[in-house]
């Protein structure tokens, strides 16, 4: 396809509001932008700042920086110039896009997204060796303006409003400050979609976008160490996730089974074998906590640390190892007749079947640690090294604990 012939393919699609046709001539990713490529060939900065007229202002502008990017793109395998261009583009089509109805947003979905992913390219050398991603914080403000501009919509109504799209542009947000390490920053964004009477409830976004929405909410509440609302959000964006997005699915449940692990209750084997990657990181947790091996369970801490911090996990798999002291100590207590006074050597005992050796003191501190927390009914006698527990479910179902 000739440039000139390019050009003038937008005209219909922007006089009849087609966006599939136009999502087709600005994709990065498709055969058409490889064929731009191939036969447009190298666009001049002089063509850059005079682009023509043959086209409503500004996308005589639009269409050749879509040319110059996927040539820098494909040809030139210029990551970090394809985005300059994209992020050009997108300057461009924000000063049409203000005075536009709904019609036009499934386009700037795919101008952002090509966009995030260029970005993650340009970013990938200076990353690996600054540690920094410039590119992407810079994606992030580009995505910001385009929120701006659908959250505070005053032009059109209903279906017709750019406000239908707050969803799908905030959840771009949120996945582009996760990424670069801030996710701190966020809450501007959750704010401003739940605090504007004006925007459509969440049910009413396209389930996707409500997946993505609840994730990213869940997220923000498991790092806030707000378990019971990080647990409902997952939940829901699990069960609601299509079944055949299985990384989507492995991505929830990532942070849902550390949340589970600390409430006692048990992933399936079933549930495990269709993520391998998660049945290697989380099994061996899952065995120590129900057979009480303390040791074994503090040896795939130091063995997943790494990973488990860089997921944001680690803090989490920390408080779930008290599940499986509660086990231990339950089997002292079953080994012991179930006693309702068992002396604090027997715990120490347990403890050191197990590889842990501690003194008295550090035991005394664990059980009642154990109590505090509702793993145990019952309470300690210092002066007689003896805990005593209750005479009905000393040690209650960790499901029935309260967090």
Known sequence: MKLQQYINSFIDPLQYEDPKALIRLVSCHNKTSRGLADTVGHIDERRLNNPGHSLPEPWDGIA?????????????KDYQEAYTHQ???????????????AWV?????????????????ADSIAYTSTGKMP??????????????????????KGPESRRNGVYHIACLSLKCYFKVGKPNLCK????AVISDAKTPPISEAPLNDQVTWHFYIGMLAFLNGEDKKAGEELEWALLNCPADAQRNQELILTYLIPLHLL?????????????????????????????GDVREY??????AQQRLVGMSTYLVMERAREGGLRMLFKK????SDKSTRIPITTFQIALKLHGVDVDSDEVECMVANMIYRGYMKGYISHEKQMVVLAKTNPFPNLTSIAR
Not at 64 to 76: D, G, Q, T
Not at 115 to 121: G, N, P, T, Y
Not at 265 to 291: D, G, Q
Not at 298 to 303: A, P, S, Y
Request: aromatic share 12%.
């Open 64 to 76: 050749i920086r879509h040319c110059a990017c996927v040539y820098a793109l494909y040809s030139k």
């Open 87 to 101: 992020n050009a583009l997108l300057s461009l089509f924000y000063r049409w896009f203000q005075d536009q109805s």
């Open 105 to 121: 947003l499934p386009v700037l979905y795919i101008l952002l997204q090509d966009l995030r992913d260029l970005a993650e390219q």
């Open 135 to 156: 590119s992407l914080e810079e994606c992030t403000r580009t995505v910001s303006k385009a929120f701006s501009m659908c959250a505070t919509d005053r032009t059109f």
């Open 188 to 191: 501007n964004i959750i704010r």
């Open 263 to 291: 409430h006692g209750s048990l992933p399936s084997r079933r549930l495990l074998s269709l993520h391998p990657r998660l049945e290697e990181l989380f099994l061996p947790f899952i065995n120590a906590i129900k057979s």
């Open 298 to 303: 503090d040896e795939r801490l130091d063995w």
């Open 332 to 335: 002292a207590w079953i080994a």
